[in-house]
């Protein structure tokens, strides 16, 4: 029987170190370039980490939590895992570009899987202008940042921000704002990922915004222009009755 050929990634923590030395015991590594699936030992933040390292390779990747909360992650357990792996769900992850002209006039571009945020750098709180698809939909946003999260981002900094969790299929991108002081009562917006963002820091030496595409920060933008890129998306893999979906629509009812 052909097996899966395997790459394996493990974060630096002592439990993912451990995993990552019963593995390799157990199964044979092959380089990153010929592997068929990519086994990632850790949490969610390192698991974020290795899909944008390897994002340019197009590969399939399977978490196993050795971290703490390990909401994409699938649970530690290495027996029978090229039979685990033969019978897990594909669940394909669109991802955001984003393109920031800083007070420079120099061009930045980052892709984002989780989202794309603004923070305010300063004790001053942000001035933005919102305009999607071509159209001003506020003139003036004052706030400490603002985000812009995919589906899977949803229930990341996304929810800590009070924004909505979003259904893996629902082609949805939430605009949530962070500490908005006005218009005070504006809790954000559910946006088409066929839309294309942008934010204008209207005071950007006075009052400093930093861009961020996850945990890859540039500051001092002056304009950020965001759009679900076409080139790049993500395929997680998921052991069947634990799908990410599942997890999404159990995360709405917790209180």
């Not at 909360?69 to 984003?98: A, Q």
């Not at 985000?147 to 996304?158: D, E, F, I, R």
Request: net charge neutral.
């Amino acid at each position: 029987m052909s097996y899966p050929k395997l790459a394996f990634f493990a974060s630096h923590n002592p439990d993912a170190q451990k995993a990552f030395q019963a593995i390799e015991k157990s199964y044979p590594q092959t380089a990153l370039e010929d592997a068929d699936i990519i086994v990632v030992l850790g949490g969610d933040g390192f698991l974020l980490r290795v899909l944008h390292e390897t994002i340019h390779l197009k590969k399939p990747v399977f978490g196993m939590n050795r971290g703490s909360l390990g909401f994409l992650m699938n649970p530690y357990d290495l027996k029978d895992l090229h039979e685990r792996l033969s019978k897990t769900k594909r669940v394909s992850l669109p991802t955001l570009k984003m393109d920031v002209i800083d007070i420079h006039d120099k061009t930045h571009s980052l892709h984002a899987i989780n989202e794309v945020s603004l923070f305010r750098k300063s004790p001053l709180a942000g001035h933005l202008k919102i305009t999607i698809d071509g159209n001003c939909h506020l003139e003036e946003l004052v706030c400490d940042g603002i985000l812009l999260s995919t589906p899977a981002g949803s229930t990341a900094y996304n929810l800590s921000a009070h924004g909505p969790i979003i259904p893996l299929d629902s082609n949805i991108l939430a605009l949530t704002p962070i500490s908005a002081f006005r218009p005070r009562r504006w809790q954000g917006a559910l946006l088409s990922n066929k839309s294309r963002t942008i934010f204008e820091v209207l005071t950007p030496t006075e009052r400093p915004l930093s861009a961020v595409a996850d945990f890859h920060e540039i500051p001092n933008a002056k304009t950020v222009t965001i759009n679900v890129c076409p080139t790049h998306t993500l395929t997680l893999l998921f052991d069947s009755e634990k799908g990410l979906e599942n997890r999404i629509l159990t995360e709405q009812f917790l209180t």
